[in-house]
């Protein structure tokens, strides 16, 4: 390299940041000792701000734009440096671009928050989300923030602004009236009821908030499963509604099979007629109502069971599967019974179990 080359490498006469991340908030313009050429041009790109800092002080803050570093462009520098009748020699600053554009963050709780509640009283939580931010004042970020460091990006501050999120929450979440059970039908809402509430914190440090989202506060496990039990039980509603919702069902499923069993309940009824009418022996028993020659049905384990014959109903008195609590129906019945006074006929011809005999 000719000495020629080398004196005028040592003055910067393009000034610009081409920003390929995306997630790069401040630039400091690579310098190396070099001087900034009086007249220099500046290029300062949209969604950027170049900020110009003499000997650790934030001088000249510079828009989109393109400029000529001249006194009239540099007025805070200018003061500094004592250029009170212009100057024309080179000068040494260091630029940090800024970037101001929109960047989007996550944030979320490290551990559980306890919050009063009107429907819980005191219950832990866990919130989950995104936020969007901005800088809106560049003099203030470098200030607060940034300081010397020359890349500054948005991971050494989504640690920072996580935790002013999570500072206040409880706070927030405490000021809020709206219940724990209706928050997930109101997270717009209470999005926007934070960002209000926190702008002022990010405005400190140079920053606007522009948009907070809530995607997810959840309860403990333990609480989300007794939830869960309590909607399955008003989920059934009145027992006497599902058992008969349940029956009308069975009815209809089973329509065919309902006549067929009607036919073998009524052959069934006559022939244990005639085997009494044959026993002179033995006393008489009452008759058996001629509704129950219609198929029959029970409750077991809350469905409805059947349709059944009179000789199936017998059979399972005897084994104990049909007690006098059971709830039974058949047509002619306009609600469900118990086995007591539905089947007190067949329950009087049914033995009593065989006695043990010592």
């Known amino acids: 390299m000719g000495i020629f080359s080398w004196l005028f490498g040592q003055f910067i006469d393009v000034i610009e940041w081409k920003d390929n991340s995306q997630d790069t908030i401040v630039w400091r313009y690579p310098r190396d000792d070099s001087e900034i050429k009086y007249g220099a041009k500046l290029i300062v790109r949209e969604s950027q701000v170049a900020v110009f800092v003499d000997q650790g002080k934030i001088a000249d803050v510079l828009g989109p734009g393109t400029y000529e570093l001249e006194t009239k462009n540099l007025p805070i520098l200018t003061d500094l440096q004592h250029w009170d009748h212009g100057f024309e020699s080179p000068f040494k600053a260091d630029v940090y671009f800024v970037n101001t554009k929109s960047f989007n963050l996550k944030w979320g709780t490290k551990n559980p ?31 607060e ?42 997270y717009d809402d209470f999005a926007n009821f934070m960002q209000e509430k926190l702008k002022d914190d990010f405005a400190n440090y140079g920053l606007e908030l522009k948009k907070v989202i809530v995607e997810n506060i959840s309860l403990p496990e333990e609480v989300e499963k007794a939830i869960d039990e309590r ?128």
């Open 113 to 143: 928050i306890i919050v009063r509640d009107k429907e819980f009283e005191m219950v832990r939580l866990r919130a989950f989300g995104a936020y969007e931010f901005k800088v809106s004042d560049p003099a203030k970020f470098l200030k």
């Open 145 to 186: 923030i940034v300081g010397t460091d020359g890349h500054f990006r948005t991971e050494e501050i989504e640690e920072r602004l996580s935790n002013i999120i999570n500072s206040n929450l409880a706070v927030i979440l405490g000021e809020n009236e709206v219940s724990i059970l209706d928050l997930a039908a109101n």
């Open 231 to 358: 909607s399955a039980r008003e989920a059934v509603g009145n027992l006497d509604d599902h058992l008969k919702y349940e029956s009308a069902t069975a009815l209809k499923e089973n329509s065919a099979a309902s006549e067929t069993a009607s036919l073998a309940a009524g052959m069934v009824m006559a022939n244990e007629m005639t085997k009494t009418m044959n026993k002179k022996q033995t006393p008489t028993p009452p008759p058996i109502p001629t509704e129950l020659a219609k198929e029959i049905f029970i409750v077991k384990a809350g469905k409805a069971v059947g349709p059944m014959s009179i000789e199936e109903i017998q059979t399972k008195i005897k084994n104990g599967e049909i007690q006098e609590s059971t709830y039974v129906w058949y047509e002619g019945l306009s609600n469900w019974q118990r086995a007591k006074d539905a089947l007190k006929e067949l329950f009087k011809l049914t033995p009593p179990p065989i006695p043990n005999e010592k």
